[in-house]
């Protein structure tokens, strides 16, 4: 019976779908001072997808989860987001340095997560690559695992620097060829509903599946709440949870599939405001 529900749900996602509802025309105030760009004109890059107009998950959530995100002490997230601020100070490693001590205030980071995932000596980098690099260089301290929520709470304290700043992703130069792989995965069908990322977020974005409305999938406000698991989510985290829900073999959180992947998403989002931290169901 199950096997038979998830056929039925590849099925549906196959063809052509009525519209159920699809985004509001809300506007994203953040403070009642920070106005977001949560609808823009869809980057160059996206002309031969059918959308003319890139949106904010924000757009998809019952009007209860917006309003979370409208104010910084409704918003959850905003707990782990002041820990972070506690991670930043802590002394850690053999080197008996925190990020504090090279770096004199969070706020320098303004601009740079709107950036990410970015080029860096040769490599295509990540933020959680960029802390656990600083950790192991300036620290001498272990690595955080990807998803943990230390990692998650300081990148969601660096993205919180760049709110309301216009994603800005680079995918020439260096950049290009994994860029060209994230977007061959974006389009590859996974697991036993042969389903890929476009099937769902760009083919039936606005329809409901499993009670809930499909969005974009834009990650500008990531690391994200998600209540139905009460903490923050980081950006691969998700990928990995998508492709587990095509019955398939998934890539692991810091994979280099996983990187070219965000890189791809995320360029698909230029010209949105980081909303990061953001509020999803």
């Not at 038979?4 to 519209?19: C, D, G, I, R």
């Not at 606005?206 to 698991?229: C, M, V």
């Amino acid at each position: 019976m199950k096997f038979k529900a998830l056929t039925a749900v590849a099925a549906l996602l196959a063809a052509p779908l009525a519209y159920a509802g699809g985004p509001d025309d809300d506007t994203l105030v953040v403070n009642e001072e920070v106005e977001m760009a949560t609808k823009v004109a869809a980057p160059a890059h996206m002309s031969d997808t059918g959308i003319d107009t890139i949106m904010s998950g924000w757009h998809f959530r019952t009007d209860e989860t917006q309003s979370l995100q409208m104010d910084d002490f409704e918003n959850p997230s905003m707990i782990f987001v002041d820990q972070a601020v506690d991670y930043f100070e802590t002394v850690d490693g053999t080197e008996g340095k925190s990020c504090a001590s090279c770096h004199e205030s969070v706020e320098e980071f303004a601009g740079l997560s709107a950036t990410m995932p970015k080029m860096i000596d040769g490599k295509l980098t990540t933020m959680e690559d960029l802390l656990n690099s600083h950790r192991a260089e300036a620290m001498g301290a272990e690595p955080w695992k990807w998803s943990s929520a230390e990692m998650q709470a300081l990148v969601a304290l660096i993205g919180l620097q760049s709110r309301g700043m216009p994603m800005n992703v680079a995918i020439d130069g260096d950049a290009a060829p994994y860029w060209e792989q994230g977007k061959e995965m974006y389009y590859t069908r996974y697991g036993q509903l042969e389903l890929s990322c476009a099937n769902c977020h760009e083919e039936n974005y606005g329809n409901f599946i499993r009670a809930d409305h499909l969005s974009q999938g834009q990650i500008n406000g990531f690391p994200t709440y998600r209540l139905k698991q009460a903490k923050l989510i980081s950006r691969h985290n998700r990928f990995r949870g998508c492709i587990r829900d095509t019955r398939g073999e998934t890539f692991a959180e810091g994979s280099d599939e996983f990187r070219a992947l965000e890189l791809y998403v995320a360029s698909r989002g230029n010209g949105l405001s980081v909303e990061t931290p953001a509020v999803r169901q």
